[in-house]
């Protein structure tokens, strides 16, 4: 982030030395998205000295890059008609990821402010649901009827003035149904008088309103696009969404797979209020609590034999742990697997020896490793043997748990990717104390 | 990934019916992508029949969207002739990634079979080092010097023929140094007499070959770019990477972070060869063996406490646990803070006040929990206490390992991904036994 970080030095150094003019014109030759950092890292005065100093136009581009909760405080710091004017200058669905994210009053407020057309677009796509191709769509885009020539449909992107913005040329039967499209590339080098029939590609991928925004994402992907358009149930083109919105969303996905693995809620942000992540955290934290109580039972089981040997204590959280990374980096790869369309149901057979493979071998690796400290330490031969034995069998369960609790989860239509350590490890916790004090209990008389 | 599932069972009927000419019709009409989907879902002999029906253009296509392991089987089946065939068909820079996950040898081989200056530029490619700028762009691009009209422009596009994929035309000096672009629809719309140097885009982002992968991704997103020019040291214009090719660097950076902090290597595929992943996959649990060990030693000094009484074994992994999920969350939020750019030096402070005190609320909230389950359970109110207090205690340090571990890691210009829970649980684990059966041991008297 050097952009942000020398262009705040500069930014903060004029701001003490209360140049306003010259500051001005520092931000104006700024990219939004540059002056979007900026923001970021001021207090708050700073922030709305600084957005004042903005053209309108770029004051909107620099709302539509921050997100929720600098966005809300900054907007809350600012007269509603200053923003609306902001708002005004942006494509309507920049307007509507803005508005989105505040308060329900404030934000009727600042459509109520804005202009009335911009706003009546805002509200049309605030209608679909939040996650969807409808919500992500751009209402701008150029589309010709297929009747005309290649001269005419440039006469409309001339008219349109969608900007630097719009990339291909949809084609549009009587009904406004899409039949069709045309890369800029082709329009240019085409003959002006060429039926613009004649150059289409009819075979054009494209998703409805109601499409999940990550069906979107994984389309533009696999087909290399650079915008899809988005019709209604009767193939009506209402918009488009480029690859830049796929980009966030994409970004939004790994967050979300990150997170969850990670046993947090999915869209938590490092500077989310505290209060605000309590209740999402602490329910982790009381699952956890659960399956560690669940995971101390099973060493209830066996108290009077840590009585007996306490040596047993010592040595029981290594099989633990060893099923815990086990599973942990099984389940990892399988998820991962699962989110790149890789782990179809025709190699799960493939997946699964391949970690049986690893289970057994690393397991025996680390068993021998273990087992000769462990003769090293207390010098029993028989209790090192069974320490290696319990962890290589406790590998074994780990390979099985990591790779089918996720494809299980993926079966009944959830995320996989809850299948955080939290969850799987409880299997390893548990077959691992198990293992470890039940071999140990059954060999007693020749322990002691 | 319906496409191919549909595809793949229409593909199998006619592949078991012998009707390879209606499969050849079929194989026409897909998408590359479609029929790479099928390819990785077939066994070998069926793969090189599929191929064989493919027309050189889309053979070439299917190739490019392949990956090791299954690439080089494939290829390892076929002639070598054949894989030139196709490969002479295809853009440099798809040949190039296809050419480098081959055998040296066999890499080499497929290169003197294809045309002359298509294999030249694929080895000027391939001598840029992987993960930079130079590997990753396209040779083909158009460029026009700044001294033409529109209407020369577009001369100039029409002979290019770079396809569809080209998308901004670049203006160049006398000296070839790039001095910026004119996007297609202000090439279409504007008056052909123009000269083109008057409605150019000057500030145009561009990196140089050495450019970190990463690096470029992070300016395509941040700057919501459909292609970034590449340059020399001078500034010379020699290709471009298009946002296609960002969206796999994202998705292979995606992959790293989740498999790093999953203690897994970073780039496995969930169908790699066992063997190939041995070594990567032991190394983590021979660490996670010695922290384990290390925490073990822990337990080892309260050993005599453990004898006298082994309710201590029960609860003690408990706390451990509750540290492990502690640091796993605040480590995972952090780690994708940094990632996305938005955990900078200036929010320290406040992530880790954050921290702090979601750890003594969740803490104390966990700690209220499991004293009140250990009294139930054993009736001690002072070792439940002890439990008590011990969990807020390591929450606590899971708040400060999970926050300043990756950060110090980035600091040191290590991934903070490899922060895995396999690193940073070692603190908790040990702090948990630590205080607990410290505690436990200071207080035995009162115990017993």
């Known amino acids: 982030m050097e952009e942000t970080t020398r262009l705040t030095e500069a930014i903060r150094e004029l701001l003490d030395g209360g140049r ?17 950092g900026v923001i970021r890292e001021l207090a708050l005065e700073d922030q709305v000295r600084v957005f004042r100093l903005l053209t309108p136009q770029q004051a909107g581009a620099v709302l539509a890059e921050l997100d929720d909760p600098i966005l809300r405080e900054l907007i809350g710091s600012l007269d509603e008609a200053e923003v609306s004017r902001a708002l005004d200058r942006m494509p309507s669905d920049e307007v509507a990821d803005v508005v989105q994210e505040l308060p329900k009053e404030q ?20 209608e679909y649901r939040e996650g969807t191709a409808g919500r992500l769509m751009s209402p701008d885009f150029v589309a010709v009827p297929e009747t005309v020539t290649v001269a005419r449909a440039i006469e409309h992107i001339r008219k349109a003035k969608t900007g630097d913005g719009a990339f291909y040329v949809y084609i549009v039967d009587d009904h406004d149904h899409l039949v069709g499209f045309v890369p800029p590339h082709r329009l240019i080098t085409a003959d002006p008088a060429t039926p613009i029939r004649t150059i289409r590609t009819e075979d054009v991928e494209s998703v409805t309103v ?29 918009g488009t969404i480029g690859v830049d919105d796929v980009l966030k969303v994409l970004r939004e996905e790994a967050t979300e797979d990150i997170q969850r693995l990670g046993g947090v809620a999915g869209d938590e942000n490092v500077l989310d209020p505290p209060r605000s992540v309590f209740t999402k955290r602490l329910i982790w934290r009381l699952i956890n609590l659960g399956t560690a109580v669940l995971a101390a039972s099973v060493i209830g089981l066996f108290e009077s034999s840590i009585h007996s040997l306490a040596t047993l204590a010592v040595f029981m959280p290594i099989v633990a742990s060893m099923g815990g990374i086990g599973t942990t980096q099984t389940a990892t790869v399988v998820v991962r697997g699962i989110a790149l369309g890789d782990m179809t149901s025709s190699v799960l057979r493939r997946v699964l020896s391949k970690e049986l493979w690893l289970g057994l071998t690393t397991g ?7 087992a000769a400290i462990a003769y090293a330490w207390k010098g029993q031969v028989l209790l090192s043997l069974i320490l290696g034995v319990a962890l290589v069998l406790n590998m074994l369960v780990a390979a099985v748990v ?19 350590s ?5 299997f390893t916790d548990v077959c691992g104390f198990f293992s470890f004090l039940g071999l140990a209990t059954l060999l007693m008389k020749f322990l002691l």
Chains 1, 2 share one sequence.
């Open 20 to 36: 306003d003019e010259r500051l001005a014109d520092v931000l104006a030759e700024a990219h939004p998205a540059d002056v979007s």
């Open 107 to 126: 934000a009727e407020e600042l459509l109520d402010l804005m202009e009335e057309e911009k706003a009546e677009e805002v509200q049309v796509l605030l």
């Open 210 to 238: 109601d499409t999940d925004q990550e069906e979107v994402a994984r389309l533009v992907q696999r087909y290399n696009l650079i915008q899809i358009p988005v019709v209604d149930a009767n193939r009506r083109l209402l």
């Open 364 to 370: 025996a690796a680390n068993g021998l490793v273990i």
């Open 402 to 420: 990591g790779t089918l609790i996720p494809i299980a989860l993926k079966v009944f239509r959830i995320d996989p990717a809850i299948a955080s």
């Open 422 to 426: 939290v969850i799987i490890t409880t």
